[in-house]
T-cell receptor, first 115, second 112 residues
């Protein structure tokens, strides 16, 4: 596609439920990143994929968070047993090559609200 | 620990003036620094990248400086317009070289 696509754009869920957030990166981009942006906070790095592997998942806040990437393309971020503090905008970005000297292209994000 | 600080959360200026935003960092030795623009409800959009051996970089009405001794980058928008109103983020590569780490951003408001 022309840009990074994320779905859904909005997700409202009840505390304790599991959610899946999807990211379609720009075609041909080998690197994919997930970030989280809470109200009034900066972008918080979650995980980096190179191809289908995740060399850096140090930003995942707890073991309730997991992510996978298949076919070197689509990625899914899964949050199990959601908590209210998980409410945030989850942003996906991709780049043509690994991060050195590469600019990131971001999607518009998924606004997650946990009630 | 590594830290990126954009020390103005909000900046209000009049149309036509120059906006200057500051990005300071500690415990980094960056090879480059990037600036992004974020509008409400959207993801950040890349604006400029400046390398450690570049003192200054320009793109249209934008100018970025990078002082590795002061550990600071300045981002200037000349002849500002209301359409420049947005949040501006600076970013550095983390020590592992795996991801960009972003400052919290400065929200610029340009009034006509």
């Amino acid at each position: 596609g022309a840009g990074v696509s994320q779905s859904p754009s909005n997700k409202v869920t009840e505390k304790g439920k599991d959610v899946e957030l999807r990211c379609d990166p720009i075609s041909g981009h080998t690197a994919l990143y997930w970030y989280r942006q809470s109200l009034g906070q900066g972008l918080e790095f979650l995980i980096y994929f190179q191809g289908n592997s995740a060399p850096d998942k140090s930003g995942l806040p707890s073991d309730r968070f997991s992510a996978e990437r298949t076919g070197g393309s689509v990625s899914t971020l899964t949050i199990q047993r959601t908590q209210q503090e998980d409410s945030a905008v989850y942003l996906c970005a991709s780049s043509l090559e690994p991060p050195q000297y590469e600019k990131l292209f971001f999607g518009s994000g998924t606004q997650l609200s946990v009630l | 620990s590594q830290k990126i600080e954009q020390n103005s959360e909000a900046l209000n200026i009049q149309e036509g003036k120059t906006a200057t935003l500051t990005c300071n960092y500690t415990n980094y030795s960056p090879a480059y620094l990037q600036w992004y623009r974020q509008d409400p409800g959207r993801g950040p959009v890349f604006l400029l990248l400046i390398r450690e051996n570049e003192k200054e970089k320009r793109k249209e009405r934008l100018k970025v400086t990078f002082d590795t001794t002061l550990k600071q980058s300045l981002f200037h928008i000349t002849a500002s317009q209301p359409a420049d109103s947005a949040t501006y983020l600076c970013a550095l590569l983390n020590q592992a070289g795996t991801a960009l780490i972003f400052g919290k951003g400065t929200t610029l408001s340009v009034s006509s």
